[in-house]
């Protein structure tokens, strides 16, 4: 089966550094997206990963290793506007998203 | 219209009754999907669509209906309303680049009585 996992909820301090973790374990790999999901509204588009590495936006970079099956979201200088569900999700052989359950962060002043 | 706006925002539906939750896009995009979000559970693939005409079975279609006349359109049936279909439901529609990121409307959110 396909699976996506990523923490359920984390809390993080107002100007600090997190890293939100995604693996993965899905039949194909073609690319790898994070959302970001503020309460009672849409998923908005964060960042794409097809190769390995790091992708780096402003405070927001995300990193990818294909042959771990892992990705990570790292959000630096922690504002309270981050606080939001992030979603990871897999574009599978199938070219479909397959999508993780979301991680909650909780940002504290 | 800017995007994806979808119809209603929210709606409370007895059981048995059919509904269809609109969803209209001017972004020209071929691709356009409909997802359900359920309270810790991913965003669940419902039905697809890859160009006008033309539509596909996600990974919980049952109880669900679509159709693709035209590009902008993609309406979404419940012939007959069960409480387990309550849920946020959201359509989406994609650029068809290779990266083919998904656009989201800000969502129905469906209670069934």
């Known amino acids: 089966g396909q699976n996506i996992d990523q923490p359920t909820e984390m809390t993080a301090t107002e100007g600090a550094i997190v890293q939100i973790n995604c693996t993965y374990q899905?039949?194909?790999?073609?690319?790898l997206f994070w959302y970001q999901q503020h309460a009672g509204e849409a998923p908005t588009f964060l960042s794409y990963?097809?190769l390995d590495g790091l992708e780096e936006k402003g405070r927001f970079s995300s990193f990818l290793s294909r042959s771990k099956g892992y990705s990570y979201l790292l959000l630096k200088e922690l504002q309270m506007k981050d606080s939001a569900s992030y979603l990871c999700?897999?574009?599978?052989?199938?070219?479909?998203?397959?999508w993780g359950a979301g991680t909650k962060l909780i940002i504290k002043p | 219209i800017a995007g994806i706006t979808q119809a209603p925002t929210s709606q409370i539906l007895a059981a048995g009754r059919r509904m269809t939750l609109r969803c209209t896009q001017d972004?020209?995009?071929?691709?356009m999907y409909w997802y359900r979000q359920d309270l810790g559970l991913g965003l669940r693939l419902i039905h697809y669509?890859?160009?006008?005409?033309?539509?596909g079975k996600g990974e919980v279609p049952d109880g669900y209906s679509v159709s693709r006349a035209n590009t902008d359109d993609f309406p979404l049936t419940l012939a007959s309303a069960v409480p387990s279909q309550t849920s946020v439901y959201f359509c989406?529609?994609?650029?068809?680049?290779?990266?083919?990121?998904?656009?989201f409307g800000p969502g129905t959110r469906l209670t069934v009585l």
């Open positions: 999700a897999v574009k599978d052989s199938n070219y479909q998203l397959i």
């Open positions: 989406a529609s994609s650029d068809g680049t290779e990266r083919n990121e998904q656009f």
């Open positions: 972004m020209r995009h071929n691709a």
């Open positions: 990963n097809v």
């Open positions: 899905t039949s194909g790999f073609n690319g």
């Open positions: 669509s890859n160009t006008a005409g033309t539509t």
